[in-house]
T-cell receptor, first 116, second 115 residues
């Protein structure tokens, strides 16, 4: 069964610090997808990224970057030069695709607080 | 404007009174999904749909029904709501393409309280 672990429940940093949010997943499938979502204090959910298991290239989008390592079953998310607006709960998720299923399983989330 | 709409945004109801939460998207997306969010339990998928007339169970489907009669709509039906279905519900849509990196869009959420 698929499983996602976000071991860091809460992280607090000072503005401009870099911060990495960890995500470790378990799956028996060879085809799967990994996601990150952001939920700011206002409550809406924001999609950040989706990667498939065949693409291990790291991704950078502005101050955000993602490190996908199949060898360690990890899909970590780094925010460079954090800002107060990055304060949010971040969720990692996994979707397996073999057998026609597209079920999505989430980690419990990491609450990031960026202090001025 | 690309969007996912959910209605109602807030609902207080009583045990056993059937209700429907609507979800509609204007992006012609194939994939739609419902999630619930509870303190301490995080986000859990209830049902998803990969296209019209194609639906499947997520992690917590008990007590819920869905239908996908047309591409844009994916209503969540609670036939006999119970207090343990008190939660924050999100609908989402995205293109269904196994290698897509396209954005997934979420509705604003529906806060449901069952007394």
């Amino acid at each position: 069964a698929q499983k996602v672990t976000q071991a860091q429940t809460e992280i607090s940093v000072v503005e401009k610090e870099d911060v990495t949010l960890d995500c470790v997943y378990e799956t028996r499938d060879t085809t799967y997808y990994l996601f990150w979502y952001k939920q700011p204090p206002s409550g809406e959910l924001v999609f950040l990224i989706r990667r498939n298991s065949f693409d291990e290239q790291n991704e950078i989008s502005g101050r955000y970057s993602w490190n996908f390592q199949k060898s360690t079953s990890s899909f970590n998310f780094t925010i460079t030069a954090s800002q107060v607006v990055d304060s949010a709960v971040y969720f990692c998720a996994l979707s397996e695709s073999e057998g026609g299923s597209e079920k999505l399983v989430f980690g419990k989330g990491t609450k990031l607080t960026v202090n001025p | 404007e690309a969007q996912v709409t959910q209605n109602p945004r807030y609902l207080i109801t009583v045990t056993g009174k059937k209700l429907t939460v609507t979800c509609s998207q204007n992006m012609n997306h194939e994939y739609m999904s419902w999630y619930r969010q509870d303190p301490g339990l995080g986000l859990r998928q209830i049902y998803y749909s990969m296209n019209v007339e194609v639906t499947d169970k997520g992690d917590v489907p008990e007590g819920y029904k869905v239908s996908r009669k047309e591409k844009r709509n994916f209503p969540l039906i609670l036939e006999s709501p119970s207090p343990n279905q008190t939660s924050l519900y999100f609908c989402a849509s995205s293109p269904y393409n196994r290698f897509s990196t396209d954005t997934q869009y979420f509705g604003p959420g529906t806060r449901l309280t069952v007394l």
